[in-house]
């Protein structure tokens, strides 16, 4: 088991929603930032949102302001992504990341897969 697992990824129609689910070691999760990346078939992987260690801030990428909220449960040290509205650009594999004081931990990735 590595130190961030990813879960919640499946197979959806366009307009629906989904909740991927990271959970993470104490070491993980004690992060200067943690953030949710996706990668398309054949494409770079790419930042989707970002959450701040101190303080909490977000940031998302110009694609999902609006339909993605990234959270963080710090009873249960699981980072969220929220996806609503998905739609046929949102499909690839979402990868959770965390930045702590030294290496970071990238997860296996989960697939979302959106249908028209």
């Known amino acids: 088991q590595g130190h961030v697992v990813e879960s919640g990824g499946g197979l959806v129609q366009a307009g629906a929603s989904l909740r991927l689910s990271c959970k993470a070691t104490d070491r993980a999760f004690t992060t200067l930032h943690m953030a949710w990346h996706s990668q398309a078939p054949g494409k770079e992987r790419e930042l989707v949102a970002r959450i701040e260690g101190r303080g909490g801030s977000t940031s998302y990428a110009d694609s999902v302001k609006g339909r993605f909220t990234i959270t963080r449960d710090y009873a249960e040290k699981t980072l969220f992504l929220q996806m609503n509205n998905l739609n046929p650009a949102d499909p690839g594999v979402y990868y959770c990341?965390?930045?702590?004081?030294?290496?970071?931990?990238w997860g296996q990735g989960t697939q979302v897969v959106v249908s028209s």
């Open positions: 990341h965390s930045q702590p004081l030294g290496p970071s931990y």
